[in-house]
């Protein structure tokens, strides 16, 4: 029985995958990020895809700029080169997503879990051959996501390009995820993701600003106006992960694409 009936809804009906394009400041939360973290349990979750396709949709959880750090990855000496201002500040073009070099790229390392990252995407990539590589640290080596373990994937085929707009990676973070990485300058107290061209292409993608986050609960292939199957989490209501201020929700386009028709709508009960 749900003690505090409280409705809080947090509708998505925009060309994005998550967030948008806020372009805020560092250290400033975006309202499109969602309701704020209550201190009353969510004991209800339902979530609806409103676009004119199927969707990959989760509940998503934003978390602040301080839990998470990001630079540039040179594996030719195999350095990472800290940029978490440009990453965190709303400055077009200013960090490097990957660049011309086979298997160079950037690392995002946070103080919790993640499987939300947005990207501002403001030059986008260019090059035939580009092939996108995403890795996770295991506590023993550099370890590939597949592209069936991701919600939302990166740009991974010949020829598919990271587009200017907002592009996001999701996916539910792997079970033995370990703080820590081999490299120069890889923090060994954060969960570190690392993304790499294995096939370079001939321009890099630029980002203006990006944004972490963790899937805090998540659905498969929801056909079009269908609800997801409702959650409940009674009596103890749904965990949300530590670190975590806004709860919104995100949903899938297809790899490389930014489109108007993906759209979500999401009601919590407490």
């Known amino acids: 029985m749900i003690q505090n ?4 809804r947090y509708k998505v009906s925009n060309n994005y995958h998550w967030l948008g394009q806020p372009a805020t400041a560092q250290n400033v939360i975006p309202s499109s990020a969602g309701v704020a973290v209550s201190t009353s349990a969510i004991m209800r979750v339902y979530l609806q895809n409103i676009s004119a396709g199927t969707v990959s949709m989760c509940v998503a ?18 350095t990472l080169t800290d940029d978490t201002v440009d990453a965190q500040d709303a400055g ?22 993640f499987g939300l990252v947005s990207y501002d995407i403001t030059t986008a990539t260019i090059g035939a051959a580009l092939e996108g590589i995403l890795e996770y640290w295991n ?3 550099w370890t590939a996501i597949a592209a069936t373990q991701m919600l939302v994937d990166i740009p991974r085929s010949a020829g598919v390009q990271w587009a200017t707009g907002e592009l996001i990676i999701m996916f539910n ?28 292409g001939t321009t890099a993608g630029l980002a203006r600003r990006i944004y972490v986050g963790v899937p805090i609960t998540s659905w498969r292939n929801i056909a079009t106006l269908t609800e997801a199957p409702v959650r409940e989490y009674m009596p103890s209501g749904l965990s949300i992960p530590d670190g975590v201020v806004r709860i919104g929700c995100a949903a899938n386009l297809a790899v490389g694409t930014v489109s108007t028709v993906v759209a979500s ?3 919590l009960v407490y």
Do not use: M
Request: glycine share 12%; charged share 15%; proline share 8%.
């Open 92 to 113: 077009t073009n200013d960090f490097p997503i990957n660049t011309t070099t086979i298997n160079d790229g950037h690392i995002i390392g946070c103080d919790y879990p």
């Open 61 to 78: 959880g934003l978390f602040p700029d301080s839990a998470w750090t990001a630079g540039q990855w040179v594996a030719v000496g195999t």
């Open 173 to 200: 973070p792997p079970i033995d995820w370990a703080v820590g990485g081999t490299g120069t300058g890889v923090s060994q107290t954060k969960y570190n993701l690392r993304y790499s061209s294995s096939v370079a």
């Open 139 to 141: 506590g023993t080596a």
């Open 265 to 267: 709508e999401l009601e």
């Open 5 to 8: 009936i409280k409705p809080s």
